[in-house]
């Protein structure tokens, strides 16, 4: 066992963000494992001596080059995977968070192949991950509730 992604000792803190704007919702095409060439939400590891929330605006910031604020937390999804001889080859515990963009461009940075805003039916025919969908559902109904609140 190793303190690196794969193979660690204890689980791994990723904080993700569900960036909604008039777009649609914002998605990278992750360049590390795991779901290495795969859309997906932005975000990455928390860094120690860093909040869920600085983590969050900054991986946003650094995968898409854009400011955000977080609207609020949506859900923890557990993320345990096994390699073939049932080890655990990666184990995270995702945060992950709403968020509006407050400025920026969107471009592509160092920890994506890509990023580009995609419809909700866009995101339904890319097959993403089952728990990344139910959180972009869960983003859109909390969003919806502040909007009527507001």
């Known amino acids: 066992m190793g303190n690196g992604r794969e193979y660690p000792d204890q689980p ?4 993700g963000v569900v960036v909604l704007g008039p777009a649609g919702i914002l ?3 992750r ?3 795991p779901r290495k060439g795969q859309w997906s939400l932005p ?3 928390q860094k120690l001596g860093e909040t869920v929330e600085e983590c969050a605006r900054r991986e946003v910031a650094e995968e898409t080059g854009l400011d955000i604020s977080l609207i609020g937390l949506v859900d923890v999804v557990n993320s345990i995977r096994f390699d073939k001889t049932e080890r655990i080859q990666y184990h995270y515990t995702l945060i992950d968070f709403a968020a509006t963009v407050d400025s920026g461009t969107l471009e592509a940075g ?3 192949d890509g990023a580009k805003w995609f419809t909700r039916e866009e995101i339904t025919a890319l097959g993403l991950w ?3 969908e139910r959180i972009i559902d869960l983003a859109h ?3 919806d509730v502040i909007k009527t609140v507001s």
Request: glycine share 18%.
């Open 12 to 15: 791994q803190v990723g904080v």
């Open 27 to 29: 998605l990278i095409r």
């Open 31 to 33: 360049s590390k494992p």
């Open 43 to 45: 975000g990455g590891g």
């Open 110 to 112: 160092s920890d994506a």
């Open 130 to 132: 089952s728990e990344t």
């Open 141 to 143: 109904e909390m969003n």
